[in-house]
C-alpha cells in the first residue's frame, strides 16, 4: 500500500468484524476487512480521488470508517445508521469527502464490492462508479496537481 493512514484506529479482531457485519446485515469486501484489521480507518494520504462523470472532480477521501472509533462519526456503524436513509439497500457508507458526500460498497447482487461515489447534495443521492473494488480504490488516491 503506497497510502499513509494517519490517526488510525485501536486494533481489532475478525470476532468484532464479523460482530459488526451481523448487525449491518453484509459481509464487507475482504480487501476492506484486511484494512480494518491493519489500520481500523483513518485519513489516507494522499487523499486526492478522480471520480468520473462528477461535475467538480476530483475530489479527496477525508475519512475512512473504522470499527469502535474514539470519534463516533469516523464509524462504520455509525455511518450506516445516520446515513441510510441517504443510500439505497446493498449500499454501505465506508468513507467521506470533506464535502459530507460518501464512498459506499455495492453489496447488491450485482455490485461485489464495487466502490461508488455517493453525491448526496441532491435527493435522492446520485451514484458514480470510482473503482471495482476497495484494494483499487485505495490504488487510485493521489496527491492534488
Known amino acids: 500500500m503506497n497510502v499513509r493512514i494517519e490517526a488510525p484506529g485501536p ?12 448487525g449491518l446485515g453484509c459481509v464487507l ?3 476492506y476487512r ?8 483513518g485519513r ?12 467538480g ?16 462519526s469516523t464509524g462504520l456503524a455509525w455511518a450506516a445508521e445516520v446515513y441510510a436513509e441517504f443510500v439505497a439497500d446493498g449500499l454501505i457508507p465506508f468513507a ?11 453489496l447488491g447482487e450485482e455490485g461485489r464490492g464495487g ?10 443521492a446520485v451514484l458514480f462508479g470510482v473503482a471495482s473494488d476497495f484494494a483499487e480504490f ?7 496537481d
Open 11 to 22: 486494533e481489532i479482531s475478525d470476532s468484532r468484524i464479523a460482530e459488526l457485519e451481523s
Open 29 to 31: 469486501p475482504g480487501s
Open 34 to 41: 484486511d484494512f480494518l484489521l491493519r489500520f481500523n480507518g
Open 44 to 55: 489516507p494520504w494522499p487523499d486526492v480521488i478522480d471520480v468520473p462523470d462528477l461535475s
Open 57 to 72: 472532480s476530483p475530489t479527496d477521501v477525508s475519512v475512512i470508517f473504522g470499527i469502535d472509533r474514539t470519534e463516533e
Open 96 to 106: 467521506c469527502d470533506s464535502f459530507g458526500n460518501l464512498y459506499v460498497f455495492d
Open 115 to 124: 466502490v461508488l461515489y455517493a453525491d448526496l447534495q441532491p435527493a435522492p
Open 138 to 144: 485505495i490504488g487510485k488516491l493521489r496527491e492534488f
